[in-house]
């Protein structure tokens, strides 16, 4: 495709399933990046009834003016399954079932799962280490294994289904992934707690995995044991996915699951999916809770420049190397120009944290209230909020130069240099229109350098024309990922609307409190990816959420993919109350 074409084509659709199967393998880097989420918000309508009772719309609060700029939910409680609620929240505030949290997080801590990057296919024995897990779960969950079937996908990927009494409505579908990221051997002396110990010391219980995400499997497998001791029986199917992979990109677990559950239940199958990502906590003096709608896409770009070789004595004004510095000198001048975008996700995270936040400066708070028909408004407030650097980097795509080499002898030429450059893309933005922005950035240095210039396969630089040497760019691990579909969250945004009520239900119920003003629900985006790239096919209605309590909100405990990871056990008890809330309340929902 010639660089005029690449300008002018059009991504309209983004891909799916059967995409992902060939466009997935990404970044091997990918296992160690953190999993970032922002404190993003989107507006909630008060005015939708979704479930077989009306749910109270009233907000929470408004600005000085009237204006709400972020109507809330009220809390959520089962009604129609309220005796089992009101029976397993109060077995979940007893010691004895805090002790059978410990044991079953911890228990599941204690059995590595480390996935690396290349591990080959899963016939290799390495992958055998998820076998002691998969009996583990089968002893400590005996009533699930009983009542749920489970299929063994791609050989270690897990699917339960939970068969509802209703099978004309859609199955509710939770995820979580049985794989943890690497231990690092020069680290383990850093560690407070071996990593693998699952210890705990009376209030958090520390081990790799324990936050990221065998809490969100054990979680969720521990709601579900714990309502089938108490005779739930669902009306509304539901399906737990559990991948092995998701910390080396997913295209063995997740991927193959998808495809299963395509093949089992067709696509857009499903009422609602829930996956790992960030949590609850305070931010700028208010407790908000952050469910993803959105990932950021990503694309590593690989940059390599070649000339010829020779004696070191003997130089030319510019290297290899020395070329390939100043291309990497040229992105980092020129980062991609970021705004605010009305409707964006991060857009309604200001408009959110604008109204309910007091931390918040006044003049933010003036700006955001004009920003939506206020062109200067907006650009005002975008000033304010670009100082914070992190909230500016989820706005726009990114650019970092990761992976550099070169060179071979110290009195060698080097005849060729290479570095990659790995963007997270906006949920604006598209795969295409950053290979374009990529091209035209570094034209004007190939043709002083005088490099035979191919970008992605097309010539930018005449073909025929003599040169010193080429740059060629393209892509690296895979072809890239598109930014997500953004999940609805509007006035029609049913799945969105319940999920929101949930939280504050278990969050209240979980600290015996009432109401709906102790926390504020608000969509968030992750700037990594997680499995649910793999699942774009099965729901319109995918949610990257956790209940863990962060500070920050938006963020993800501290310890994940690094030393000292560690869950409060009391927040692991509030995870478990979340899942069996959600369970409940989307079974008893008018959900299709």
Partial sequence: MSQVNLVDKKVDELPGINARTSTTKLSKAKAIVFKITLVTALAISASTYFVK??????????????????PQVDELVPEKNGVIWESLQHVYSTEEFKTRAIDWLGGAVRIPTET????????????????????????????????????KVNTYGLLYVWKGSNSALKPLLLAAHQDVVPVLETTIDEWQHPPFSGYFDGESLWGRGSCDDKSGLIGIMSAVESMLENGFKPTRTVVIASGFDEEVSGIRGASSLATEMIERFGENAFAMLLDEGSGYGEVYGRVIAVPAIAEKGTLNVHIKVTSPGGHSSLPPPHTSIGMLAELLVQYEKNPFETHLTRGSPTYRNAQCMAQYAPGVSSSLKEHMLHAEHCDEALRAAEEELFKDRTFMSLVGTTQAIDLVDGGVKVNALPEQAWAIVNHRISTESSIAATKVRDIGLL???????????????????????????????????????????VTPSGEDAAPFRLLSGTIKAAYNSHRNISGSDAIIVSPGIMSGNTDTRFYWKLTDHIFRYGHLEAAGGGSLPSGVHTVNEAISINSFVGMIGFYTTLVLNVDESSLP
Avoid: I, Q
């Avoid at 009233?58 to 003016?65: A, D, I, K, R």
């Fill in 443 to 485: 034209k004007s240095l190939a043709n002083d350098f005088n490099l035979s210039y191919t970008a992605f396969g097309s010539y930018v630089s005449n073909e025929d024309a003599p040169s010193y040497g080429t740059l060629t760019l393209s892509t690296a691990f895979g072809d890239g990922l598109e930014p997500a579909p």
């Fill in 116 to 151: 690396f990057d290349d591990m080959g296919d899963v016939t290799e024995p390495v992958w055998e280490k998820f076998l002691p897990l998969h009996d583990y779960l089968k002893d400590s969950f005996p009533l699930l294994h009983s009542n749920l079937e489970l299929t």
């Fill in 53 to 70: 009772r009306p749910l109270n719309g009233s907000t929470v609060g408004t600005l000085e003016n009237g204006v709400d700029l972020c």
